[in-house]
């Protein structure tokens, strides 16, 4: 590249907006088809455990007797085949990024009894 070429570019940045943005801070725009981060609805789940089944990377771990659902962000490789097979529609794909964390942790979430369940076992004077 030539000296006038480099000074050219070097003068016309001067006046460009910068390329890169202070994130967390700012937050860019999510790309068009950028499939983020995966989130439940906790009021839908049944911890039927196919999304465990399903994922490719262990990243879903499901505790019936707890009642929990867990996710390690660190695994999940953002394929998407847990939402896919969800039959009850709680799992999608929230298209932005993950919060920045410093500690590698997995997300668990208490997952409520359906009120259909709920009112079985009552009738039934659990
Ligand atoms: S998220 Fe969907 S597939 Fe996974 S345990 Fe809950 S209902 Fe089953
Ligand atoms: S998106 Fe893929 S890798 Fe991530 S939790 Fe779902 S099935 Fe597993």
Redesign the pocket.
């Known amino acids: 590249m030539s000296g006038f070429k480099l000074g050219k570019m070097t003068f016309g940045s001067l006046f460009k907006k910068p390329e890169t943005v202070l994130y967390p801070v700012v937050k860019p725009e999510p790309p068009v088809g950028l499939k983020g981060h995966v989130v ?1 609805d906790e009021s ?9 089944k399903r994922c490719p990377c262990g990243a ?1 771990e ?1 505790d019936k007797k707890a009642r929990t ?1 867990a996710i390690d962000h660190f695994r999940c490789v953002q394929c998407g085949s ?1 939402t896919y ?4 529609g ?2 999608t794909m929230l298209p932005t990024y993950e919060t920045v964390s410093r500690q590698k942790r997995v997300h668990t979430f208490t ?1 409520p009894e359906q009120p259909k369940a709920a009112a079985k076992r009552e009738d039934a004077g659990e």
């Open positions: 439940v839908t789940c049944i911890l039927c455990s196919l999304c465990v879903i499901v659902w847990c097979e969800c039959p009850k709680s799992l997952i």
